[in-house]
């Protein structure tokens, strides 16, 4: 599990010939590093006396966070796994099973975009309450979030491509677009306040 292994370790396999990790890994670390920022500010605003007063919301912010941050780390090795049975499909030839894969991915990246907003959501309020001392690390959790949300909304993309639903295919871009439009607005919002 990559959760227990070195940065070194998951960026070498990342950038090796070998087709697993994927893109929807690194997708899932940038999450995870979001939500590290986001732990990070939280923690350098708890139990500072300028800071008393929002104390109690920083620290639900950071338990959220930190529990997104375990969730987004478990998603890199479940990213892999999705993408070694498409992999597997696509070798085999099956197109009902390609199919069935592909949905699945779908999904998956759908859940991983979802968390990745509300990832940005908790960027925005720790950057309205947050110590001001940290105003980079705003702007840092803004661009990382964002990239993070385009990132699985690419997975999502790439795997819908497979699949023959128009009506699914539909309703997917239209809440992909949704969520991709409120992740931008969200780092607008945060860099404006960083500044």
């Known amino acids: 599990m990559y959760s227990e292994k070195s940065i070194q370790e998951f960026l070498d396999d990342l950038s090796s010939s070998n087709s697993i990790p994927g893109g929807g890994s690194a997708a899932a670390l940038s999450g995870a590093l979001n939500a590290a920022v986001i732990s990070f500010i939280a923690n350098l605003t708890i139990d500072k006396e300028k800071y008393k007063e929002v104390e109690a919301e ?81 702007e840092v959790a803004a661009y990382i979030g964002d990239a993070a949300v385009s990132s699985a909304i690419a997975n999502v993309k790439i795997n819908l491509k497979s699949l023959d639903n128009q009506e699914y295919k539909e309703n997917i871009k239209n809440e992909y677009l949704k969520l991709k439009k409120e992740s931008s607005r969200l780092k607008a919002e945060i860099i404006e306040l960083a500044n």
């Open 58 to 138: 920083a620290k639900e912010i950071l338990a959220e966070s930190e529990e997104l941050k375990k969730e987004m780390l478990l998603m890199i090795d479940q990213d892999s796994r999705i993408l070694s049975d498409i992999l597997d499909s696509y070798k085999a030839g099956d197109k009902n099973k390609v199919k069935t894969v592909c949905q699945d991915a779908v999904e998956f990246s759908m859940d991983m975009t979802k968390k990745a907003v509300r990832l940005m959501r908790l960027s925005l309020e720790i950057s309205e309450i947050g110590n001001r001392m940290l105003a980079s690390d705003f």
